[in-house]
């Protein structure tokens, strides 16, 4: 017999997560009898990402970053999803389901690759380049690859994000108090002035630059920023298919039904009647 072969059931799947059997659940090898009521949301996400417990100053770090990305309006297509789904008839889960897969490279990944960019600037620095020179040649490799907006800065709404402010002020008391080093931080404000050496003005901070500057400084794995933010944006697309499906509505698409689209195709055109066409794909008998 193959190794394979050999397998037994229970080493189809194997996990360091959790360890479950009747009348048994412990989280990371924590009893959950011993964690509810004892550890908070931000701590178990943590604690389950991480394989060890925050101390209280990284959770509450990291609570501020998913509380800041909860919801930004009806205007951010997973929110808009989410309500128009639940206009379609389905259940709360489908809505939260259409909503968090419109998550991806645009709508919700910039804090991945904003982090990606600090990470590999400070990689740089520790290679031995000085941060500005290791910031510019970082800014430079994004522009050659086609990439006009650099991550986690600038906001088509806000001219500075609000979120932005008490953030980056978390991180400066974490810094303080010795919980984080503030290297991030400090490649992000890097990032900033490079920005606004080429262009000639401040572009600002958003909301996917500052929490990609506290995942970092928590230790956090580029895509994890992508998946906390998933975590965190639920929450608000939760509350609005909720608030839809209170309000009632069916079928509600993106636009009220009063206003069309802008169609740019060809003119009214008449089908010939001669049988001279044939319908694409048709063959001659």
Same mark, same amino acid.
């Given at each position: ?166 953030? +980056? ?12 080093? @503030? ?32 995942? @970092? ?9 992508? @998946? +906390? ?19 009632? @509505? ?9 206003? +069309? ?25």
């Amino acid at each position: 017999m193959t190794q394979r072969e050999e397998q037994t059931p229970s080493d189809w799947w194997r996990t360091a997560i959790i360890d479950m059997s009747p009348g048994v659940i412990r989280m990371r090898g924590y009893p959950i009898e011993q964690l509810i009521g004892q550890v908070s949301l931000a701590g178990m996400v943590w604690l389950m990402t991480r394989g060890e417990l925050p101390t209280p100053a990284q959770a509450a770090l990291l609570e501020s970053a998913l509380v800041a990305g909860v919801d930004h309006g009806p205007q951010a297509p997973s929110i808009a999803v989410a309500r128009m789904a639940m206009t379609c008839g389905v259940g709360l889960n489908n809505a939260m389901a259409s909503a968090i897969n419109t998550l991806g490279d645009i709508h919700g990944g910039a804090g991945e690759q904003a982090l990606e960019l600090f990470d590999a600037i400070l990689a740089s620095v520790d290679a031995g380049l000085p941060l500005e020179q290791a910031t510019r040649a970082a800014i430079d490799a994004k522009e050659a690859d086609g990439i006009r907006f650099v991550p986690g800065f600038g906001h088509r709404f806000h001219p500075v994000d609000p979120r932005v402010a008490p953030l +980056l002020a978390a991180v400066e008391r974490a810094r303080e108090a010795g919980e984080v080093s @503030g290297r991030v931080a400090e490649v992000a404000s890097a990032v900033g002035d490079e920005i606004e050496r080429r262009k000639g003005r401040r572009i600002t901070m958003n909301i996917d630059g500052v929490t990609a500057v506290i995942y @970092g400084e928590l230790g956090f794995a580029a895509p994890l920023a992508r @998946g +906390l933010f998933c975590l965190s944006r639920s929450v608000g697309i939760l509350a609005h298919a909720w608030e839809q499906r209170c309000e009632g @509505g069916r079928n509600k698409g993106p636009i009220p039904r009063h206003l +069309l689209w802008t169609y740019d195709g060809p003119t009214r055109r008449d089908l010939p009647s001669d049988g001279a066409r044939h319908p694409a794909g048709a063959e001659d008998p």
